[in-house]
């Protein structure tokens, strides 16, 4: 049996290195990857095309430069650094990118690509709340064409029974990512912030059956011990994601835990399984349907700050921290609602500025450590 | 029992040392601060006229932006918590502080047992905080500590823009070559820094009595003035402003030491 330590090694070099997992997965099968741009993609229908799906979150740190000619500095930092990729060639070897465009950044870098791959775009429909069957039909269409646009680029033929097995695949993959999510807040003392990241980050670049397999390893490896006694302070973190590693050590540097997250690029993506449907798409279209908690799914009854401070009851945590992507416009609206239900409620929060591209963390280091001292 | 609070900011460097948390047996600044020659000149000059050597301190307390490359320090806690207790110290009605140094700005809220409730810092940007009036001077070749004396003496207030350190020095340099007084640049520059810094305060919840202001920022009466006329309300200047966290640091290193 292998160590914690070991397995979350495996998972963090994939997590590091999305190009190695994309070559590893093409000698093993034949077959190439395709791009999944931030947020929220049915990736279950590329999946069922057997092409490996490769989220796109941009870079750690990444001087941005080229993209200044595409992009204004108010974009957020993930599309910057994935902008910049696309101008360096590092996506050529996709055999195709899909896009959503639930915000105006989106919408205007699926109509900029520079890249070689050919961009799929698809809408979420907004309505959901209050038309859903309409809303329900309009995604299903949306997704019907990803997948016969998917069919023509790659020349496959996806199946109804090929979608289904491959939702089947998702939903356990889904459900064991939240018992890790779980087994990582009771052991607090043995995975880190940046661990518990690392092993979540890592399902973007590899075919879901083989995460699950290994975040089930991991589970066992973490379990076959009892949980240490944890003296620090835990905390729920919600955003788009929380990056570089440098602002997850400074979380573990002060002693606070991350026992549940609401981020685009984690909990937010297996929070929810897909509901059973004799029709695969309308499956999908329900599950987005279905969403909830991101600024980027609009509901108006803003069910988000409540998710919030029911998680931090659920676990038991001393407050929410706020991760706020630079720039990200649909999140900052949804902020002053957030304070006041935080408020209200009772709940200790905290908000940081969340940005890829930097390289010194010495506000954000002031703001956690004085927070843990109040805590 | 000697405790040591030494406070390394982006521009300067402070330190002070107690007897007993309470005795105020020496303080120092130096007007550089992390990575120059700051830290260790700070320390020289604590020393310089007392009876006693770096070993006779029982607790050193590091803090502000350069307080983990303090060698020697026992811990290092952030400058909001040491400003909070330094400031409560000083003047135990406080319930509202406005720290500005050189490269941040804060507002904390305290509750009446010098408690932090709620704090805001500015973000990654220089506007409103003392690199900003630094920049400013060199453009209007107004030394520092006369911009105070040119605020009063300005018959109106320009605009100068609150968002960019940057695009506000292009601003200034066009106000001066269309002929606007130096003095109501100077007045303009100042209420810049109070809307940036205000618009921290009112992030905390309603304004509560009384507000002290901390930070090199504070020795300028004129930003002081700027902060009030913002607020509409007077504000007290905390003793010696700028060493208020380096006092807090030496304070907390007493509880350290009374903890153990």
Sequence with gaps: MRTVEEIIAELKAIADDPKKAMEDYKKETGKGAVGIMPVYCPEEIVHASGYLPMGMWGAQKKAISKARTYLPPFACSVMQSVMELQLEGVYDNLEAVIFSVPCDTLKCMSQKWHGKAPVITFTHPQNRKIAKDAANVFAREEFKLVKEKLEDILDVRISNRAIKNSIAIYNENRAVCREFSDVAAEYAAVIKPSDRHAVLKARWFMEKSKHTALVKELIAAITATPAPEYKGKKVVVSGILVEPYDVLDIFAENGLAIVADDLAQETRNFRQDVPEDDDPLMALAKAWNEFDGCSLATDANKPKGQMLIDAVNKYGADAVIVCMMKFCDPEEFDYPILIQEFEAAGVRNLQIEIDQESTAFEQVKTRIQTFAEIL | ?260
């Design chain 2, 1 to 260: 029992m000697y405790t040591l609070g030494i406070d390394i900011g982006s521009s300067s460097s402070k330190a002070v040392i107690l007897k007993d948390g309470a005795e105020l047996i020496s303080s120092a600044v130096v007007q550089v601060g992390t990575g120059t020659s700051g830290p260790t000149r700070v320390m020289e000059a604590v020393f310089e006229n007392i009876d006693l050597k770096p070993e006779d301190i029982d607790y050193t307390v590091a803090t502000g932006y350069g307080r983990f490359s303090v060698e020697n320090a026992d811990k290092q806690i952030s400058e909001i918590s040491c400003h909070a207790k330094g400031i409560f110290y000083l003047v135990p009605t406080a319930r509202t502080i406005i720290d500005i140094g050189g490269q941040d700005a804060k507002a904390i809220a305290l509750n009446d047992k010098g408690n932090i409730t709620q704090f805001y810092m500015n973000d990654k940007c220089a506007a409103g905080t003392g690199r900003f009036l630094d920049v400013m001077s060199r453009v209007l070749e107004i030394p520092l500590d006369k911009m105070g004396e040119a605020h009063f003496k300005a018959k109106e207030w320009a605009s100068v823009s609150s968002t960019c350190t940057v695009f506000a020095e292009s601003e200034v340099i066009s106000q001066l070559s269309k002929g606007l007084t130096r003095e109501s640049i100077v007045a303009g520059v100042h209420k810049s820094v109070a809307t940036k810094a205000c618009s921290l305060v009112r992030r905390c919840g309603d304004i509560k009595n009384d507000v002290v202001m901390c930070g090199g920022v504070a020795q300028n009466p004129g930003a002081v003035d700027a902060i009030e006329k913002e607020l509409g309300q007077k504000i007290t200047v905390a003793p010696n402003p700028q060493i208020t966290g380096a006092l807090g640091a030496a304070l907390l290193a007493y509880e350290e030491l009374l903890a153990k």
